[in-house]
């Protein structure tokens, strides 16, 4: 069994739901010609590509603390993110189609898939993968 058998296996996400969450980071991170970290999600919430979000950025109420955690504010941001273009038809006609309603661990999925891609990490040398260095929350 492979590790990813064995997340498939552990995982409360469906598969069609994670597939689905995997191909929306994955093309916005296309969008954004971001190929490698840190990927801008501040200028993804300030300036949307295609008029994806429905509202103005300008006009998207959020504060984000420093938490605990030293990348708790990216993840927040990320996780707005998706709460607004999942919220956007605009996305939806664009083939952005974010699986909503959401449970809260599948809005934590989409943040880790988009901040830290399967495939960047796949590329560290073994030496690189430590936790410390890939924890994002």
């Not at 300030?46 to 103005?56: Q, R, S, V």
């Not at 708790?72 to 974010?98: I, K, N, V």
């Not at 934590?108 to 891609?117: E, I, V």
């Amino acid at each position: 069994m492979t590790s990813n058998d064995r997340l498939e296996n552990e995982s409360a996400i469906p598969p069609q739901t994670r597939l689905l969450i995997h191909r929306l980071a994955a093309v916005l991170l296309d969008r954004y010609q971001v190929h490698v970290p840190p990927v801008p999600i501040e200028r993804m919430l300030a300036d949307p590509l295609l008029e994806l979000l429905e509202t103005n950025p300008r006009q998207i109420s959020w504060s984000v603390g420093h938490g605990i955690y030293r990348y708790s504010p990216r993840m927040a941001q990320t996780r707005l993110l998706y709460r607004t273009l999942s919220d956007s038809s605009a996305a939806r006609q664009a083939g952005l189609d974010a699986p909503w309603p959401a449970s809260r661990r599948e809005v934590k999925y989409f943040a880790r898939c988009l901040l830290m891609p399967e495939d960047w990490i796949r590329a560290l040398s073994e030496a690189d993968r430590s936790r410390s260095i890939l924890r994002l929350e």
